[in-house]
């Protein structure tokens, strides 16, 4: 599919960088949709002010993006990727599917501020996001979770 190809065009900068990006990401998150912050324990009572500082949540924002370039790569075939990670999400850390929506756009702003994502790129990533949440949610069915 030719979304996920205009997507790597802009992955280099993101690739080389997954710490601080990562971090931007969770740190954004977490200030437009504070719910969010919930969701994760381990981040429980880390204040706005202290995230950027923060190495766990710059480790678990390289993690999420890493994980979103094995996605991108895939160029649809994702189908071994997408199933544990439905499973984690639904099963054990019981996030709901609107979160990812909400991930989508926080990550379409960084990558235009931070890898010069264009407007195609922009389309082209929601347009790749919407495949992935859309087998995200056929998994999630699959196990019964109503996220
Ligand atoms: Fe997530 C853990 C990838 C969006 C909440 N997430 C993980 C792990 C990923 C991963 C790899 C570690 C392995 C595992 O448990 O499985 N997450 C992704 C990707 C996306 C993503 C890729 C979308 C681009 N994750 C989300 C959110 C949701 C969330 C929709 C809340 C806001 S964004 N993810 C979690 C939580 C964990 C996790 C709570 C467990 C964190 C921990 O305690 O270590």
């Known amino acids: 599919m030719a979304d996920f190809d205009a997507v790597l065009k802009f992955w280099g900068p993101v690739e080389a960088d997954y710490d601080n ?29 202290d995230m950027a500082g923060n190495a766990a949540i710059s480790a678990h924002g390289a993690t ?19 199933k544990p990670l439905a499973n984690s999400h639904a099963t054990k850390h019981k996030i709901a599917i609107n979160n990812f929506k909400l991930i989508t756009e926080i990550i379409v702003k960084v990558m235009q501020e931070k890898a010069g994502l264009d407007a195609a790129g922009q389309t082209a990533l929601r347009n790749v996001m919407g495949v992935f949440i859309a087998d995200m949610d056929a998994n999630y069915k699959e196990l019964g979770f109503s996220g």
Request: no cysteine; proline share 4%; hydrophobic share 45%.
């Open 21 to 49: 990006i990562g971090n931007m990401v969770l740190t954004r998150l977490f200030a437009e949709h504070p719910d969010t912050q919930k969701l994760f324990p381990k981040f429980a009572g880390i204040g706005q002010g």
């Open 64 to 82: 999420v993006l890493k994980k979103l370039g094995e996605v991108l790569k895939a160029k649809g075939n994702h189908a071994s990727i997408v």
